[in-house]
């Protein structure tokens, strides 16, 4: 599916090396995101402009203490001076927590934004796309990636346009100073910028391999830890070397995030000799003019403080390109997701289906999964309102598939499935699902009540509903005999009831529904006698008065059967009724001898 082939090979970024012509279109549509918070966002812009002039204020308020107040012995001008420096730095910090707040704002709402629309989209996905994607990465795109963006508006628009304004200000200020001592201070900006630059290249290449890590970890975690894991592990006994593979990841991790730290180390050491080295130079030459050349001692004390406001910035600045690489990304691998393209959609003009008969056609239907060999091949069958129908064949034969193209799981690669005369992709999606119920092999049940998990097919049941379904699939009594009733609530995928349990909840909770279409796929494994009669009868419940199909693995179930279709490597080789099709002594016969005959004799 060529979803899936971006997927694989679209990995823009994971190289670190981005292609430019891409760059444009990203970040005009990372800039389409932040389009509804403008006006937030012209709010941040505010409190930046406020908070670097109340920035540059703090040095020019000492240079006049210095240049002014104390040498001219005004004391009244020295107390309003440092009230002003202070009221500055109350007023700058008040900015701040503003600032903080609009920038989670923002960063927060765009979040909201994408994860909603990423939701969304995946679950407009078919099952195509989960059968062939990891749960790991898919949670990891939706939790991590998206919880990434936060940082995007802080740390790297946010705080681009921030260190921008605080360093051309800063810049500004200096030359209108004293244009002297502003160049010494451009002059030694590479010295500091370059380092920098390798410093925050490298910590981003780090930074990368390790959040891989954490995405393998946490994949293998959900994997191992999830109940069907765990008891897959604890039956092969694989504990141990899950363990050392798990410890194995775990010291990657940890190496790589050591690095990270002593990279980060480097970088502060670097900084803080920076931060000695750049005023003890500026302290030697603005020295030497103040003595030859008459500048105030005030303007040179000042430009120590202009020199934090103008490295720290810069330095910043100069990753810019790193950071935005990352944090374009980090978009990208959302992007990757979002423009998957829909495989089973609905036609603008798609019709709502009103009251359904439950007549089945299938119409020339082949239908392979990928490039390779069809699956299914000219399929064309009938099956009228109301009827039992049994798909039998040897396994693999492509029972399940076909039972998957009437929900609309799948679409035909060709030819046509009709429902009342309907193609299937004519019609909306809401409206056919609502009409076809599916009780599959196995099942999955919500981490919730048993009442919830039965009212999910009909949120609106009554609870006399509920009762008079958890009756019809034989199951009242055991949920009225559990100390909670119905609001027992059961683990996730069920793990807390038995085998024969759980199905017929599965059976239960298709009779709420009340599909007038039922698949069923009934299941393989044995039960005993006892539990096997009671799904019986609940089988029997739910196939009244509904058109049924069948991948029948009971002889009760062929033998009450209108229709038998006996399918082979995706045809459809013989039809017809059991004694028709024993009398034929064709495939089915041979079927029948090998699984049903022995339960026949029972
Ligand atoms: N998601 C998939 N992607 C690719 N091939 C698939 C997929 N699902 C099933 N197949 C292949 O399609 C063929 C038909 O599978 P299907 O599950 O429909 O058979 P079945 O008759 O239901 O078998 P069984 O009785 O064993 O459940 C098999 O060869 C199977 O390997």
């Known amino acids: 599916m060529s979803g899936m082939r971006m997927h694989t090979t679209y990995d823009w970024g994971q190289n670190g090396k981005p292609k430019p012509e891409m760059k444009r279109e990203s970040l005009l ?44 012995g005004r004391t009244g001008l020295l107390n309003l001076l440092v009230l002003g420096m202070l ?5 700058q910090g008040l900015v701040g927590v503003g600032q903080t707040y609009l920038n989670s704002h923002i960063g927060q709402s765009v979040m909201y934004d994408i994860r909603t629309e990423l939701y969304r989209h995946l679950h407009r996905m078919s099952i195509r796309f989960f059968t062939s994607t990891k749960t790991g990465d898919i949670m990891s795109r939706v939790n991590n990636d998206v919880n990434g963006l936060q940082s995007v508006v802080t740390d790297t628009f946010a705080s681009s346009i921030n260190n921008l304004l605080i360093a051309s200000t800063t810049l500004v200020t200096m030359f209108v100073l004293d244009w002297r001592l ?43 830890l ?7 592990v604890k039956a092969f006994v694989r504990q141990e070397e899950e363990q050392d593979k798990f410890q194995k990841m775990s010291r990657e991790l940890m190496r790589l995030q050591i690095r990270q730290s002593m990279i980060g180390r480097w970088f502060f050491m670097f900084i803080t000799i920076v931060s000695t080295a750049g005023p003890a130079i500026l302290y030697w030459y603005g020295g030497h003019l103040v003595i030859d050349e008459g500048v105030t001692l005030g303007t040179v004390i000042a430009f120590t403080a202009f020199l934090g406001r103008l490295y720290g910035p810069v330095a910043s600045l100069a990753n810019l390109q790193v950071n935005l690489y990352g944090s374009v990304a980090l978009f990208e691998r ?36 990928g490039e390779d060999r069809a699956v299914l091949r000219d399929l064309n069958f009938v099956i009228q309102p109301g009827q039992l129908v049994a798909l039998v064949g040897p396994s693999g034969a492509g029972k399940t598939t076909i039972s998957n193209l009437i929900p609309r799981l799948y679409d035909p690669t060709e030819g046509r499935v009709l429902l009342d005369g309907h193609d299937l992709r004519d019609l909306r999606l809401r409206s056919l699902g609502e009409q076809v119920g599916m009780v599959t092999q196995e099942t999955f049940l919500f981490h919730a009540s048993i009442r919830d998990n039965l009212r999910y097919g009909k949120p609106d049941a009554t609870d006399e509903e509920i009762v008079a379904a958890a009756k019809a699939a034989y199951l009242h009594d055991f949920i009225s005999s559990l100390p909670e009733g ?106 029948y001898r090998q699984q049903f005959a022995g339960e026949a004799r029972e």
């Open 486 to 591: 119905y609001d027992t609530v059961v683990g996730e995928r069920g793990h807390k009831l038995s085998g024969g349990e759980k199905q017929r909840l599965a059976i239960a909770r298709v009779i709420v529904k009340s599909p007038k279409i039922l698949i069923l796929d009934e299941a393989t494994s044995a039960l005993d006698s006892h539990s096997e009669a009671y799904i019986q009868k609940a089988l029997e419940e739910l196939m009244k008065s509904r058109t049924s199909l069948v991948i029948a693995h009971r002889l009760s179930t062929i033998l009450a059967a209108d229709q038998i279709l006996v399918i082979e490597d995706g045809r459809l080789v013989e039809s017809g009724k059991h004694a028709e099709l024993l009398e034929q002594g064709g495939v089915y016969a041979g079927l």
């Open 226 to 232: 999830s109940v069907s894991g765990a008891l897959l």
């Open 87 to 91: 009221a500055a730095a109350i007023l």
């Open 334 to 369: 959302l992007f990757e997701y979002l423009d998957m393209p829909v495989e089973i959609e609905e036609r603008p003009d798609a019709k709502a289906l009103g009251e359904v008969k439950g007549r089945i056609e299938f119409e020339g239907v082949s239908f392979r999964y």
């Open 29 to 72: 549509r990372i800039l389409g995101y932040f389009r509804p918070y403008l006006k937030w966002a012209a709010l941040v812009i505010v409190c930046i402009l406020t908070a670097a002039g109340l920035g540059l204020l703090q040095p020019l308020l000492i240079k006049w203490v210095v240049d002014t107040a104390i040498p001219e």
């Open 182 to 224: 502003a160049l010494l201070s451009l002059v030694m900006l590479p010295l500091f910028i370059l380092p920098t630059r390798r410093v925050g290249r490298l910590n981003y290449q780090v930074k990368k391999e390790s959040q891989a890590k954490v995405g393998e970890l946490s994949s293998m975690m959900q994997e191992t």
